[in-house]
C-alpha cells in the first residue's frame, strides 16, 4: 500500500510496506498540525473581518446594556459637508452621556447615578457612521450599550457603544 502525504513546501513522500501503521500516524500527526496552523491564521486577521471576541467570550463581565436611537441629522446640517462623520461620532458621544445617566447594580440593585463615565465607541460602530463617507453620515443609529461599574461610590461607569444587530 502506498501513501502520498503533501506538505505545506509541496514535497511528496510515499511510505510502503511495514512500515503503515508508523506512517498512518505521522500522516495524522501532521494533519493535526497543519490544522492548528490554518486555525491560528485565520484569528490573526485584523480590522472589521475579524469578530470581536473579547465581547462575547466576557459577556458576564459586563452588569447590564442599554438601547438606544441616537439621531445626528439635526445638529449635523449647520456643520461643513466634509467634518460630518467625525461630528456625528462627538454628537454620539455627546447623546450616550446625556441619556445614560443612571445604571442599576446587579449586586445590590441600587440605581448609581453616573458622574464620570469613560465612553467606549467600537471599530464596528466607527464604521457604521463612516460607512457612506465623511460628507454623508446616515441620518440614525441604533446602538447597544454595554456598561460596566467601575466604582459604585465615585460613580465611574465604563459605558461601551456598540451597533445594534
Do not use: C, H
Not at 511495514?18 to 505521522?26: A, L, M, Q, V
Not at 441616537?70 to 462627538?90: D, E, G, M, T
Amino acid at each position: 500500500m502506498k501513501v502520498i502525504i503533501m506538505s505545506e513546501e509541496a514535497e511528496v513522500r510515499e511510505f510502503e510496506g511495514s512500515e503503515e501503521s508508523e506512517s498512518f500516524e505521522k500522516i495524522e500527526a501532521q494533519k493535526a498540525v497543519l490544522e492548528e496552523r490554518e486555525i491560528e491564521t485565520k484569528v490573526k486577521k485584523r480590522g472589521l473581518r475579524k469578530k470581536i471576541k473579547y465581547i462575547e467570550d466576557k459577556r458576564e463581565d459586563y452588569d447590564g446594556e442599554r438601547f438606544l436611537t441616537v439621531r445626528f441629522y439635526p445638529k449635523l446640517l449647520s456643520v461643513a459637508k466634509w467634518k460630518r462623520a467625525s461630528r456625528a461620532v462627538k454628537i454620539l458621544r455627546e447623546k450616550v452621556r446625556k441619556y445614560v445617566k443612571n445604571v442599576e447594580d446587579p449586586v445590590s440593585g441600587k440605581k448609581i447615578r453616573i458622574k464620570t463615565p469613560t465612553i467606549w465607541i467600537s471599530p464596528e460602530m466607527n464604521a457604521v457612521v463612516w460607512s457612506r463617507g465623511a460628507k454623508n453620515p446616515p441620518r440614525k443609529v441604533r446602538v447597544r450599550i454595554l456598561y460596566k461599574i467601575v466604582d459604585a461610590d465615585e460613580g465611574e461607569v465604563e459605558l461601551r457603544v456598540f451597533p445594534f444587530s
